[in-house]
């Protein structure tokens, strides 16, 4: 039998002037796949791909965690060189990619310091 799964996010945000707002996010239902690696992100462009030949390949989205304690300022890149998106220094992002994942596929995080703990990449 196939894994399935799904994702869900839920944010609450109070005292905003207008009122409380809740904000919920229910993604679509996707194969079970989970393929995770971990990185210590280093000063610069780091490269994450996805794992050659690993079960990444068709994922619809990418769950990235930083280190609860990381300080380093941290942009998404398509590739080095361009403007990219600024990224909060811990925390998570989550990129829907819609199955579009193939062995190769890739994408970069430059930070402005070195984690000392690694940030765990997950494709679901």
């Not at 990219?84 to 995080?109: D, E, P, Q, R």
Request: contains cysteine; hydrophobic residues 40%.
């Amino acid at each position: 039998m196939a894994s399935t799964g799904s994702v869900q996010v839920t944010a609450n945000i109070t005292d905003v002037g207008f009122g409380n707002r809740i904000w919920n996010a229910i993604g679509q239902v996707f194969a079970g796949i989970n393929d995770t690696q971990s990185i210590i992100l280093q000063n610069g462009f780091n490269v994450i791909g996805s794992p050659a030949g690993g079960f990444a390949v068709g994922a619809s989205y990418c769950l990235i965690v930083f280190p609860p304690s990381s300080t380093t300022t941290k942009t998404l890149k398509g590739v080095t060189g361009d403007t990219g998106i600024i990224l909060g220094t811990n925390g998570f992002v989550l990129l829907s990619v819609n199955g579009t994942v193939t062995t190769g596929t890739a994408f970069g995080i430059t930070t402005n310091g070195n984690d000392t703990l690694p940030t765990t990449i997950s494709w679901l």
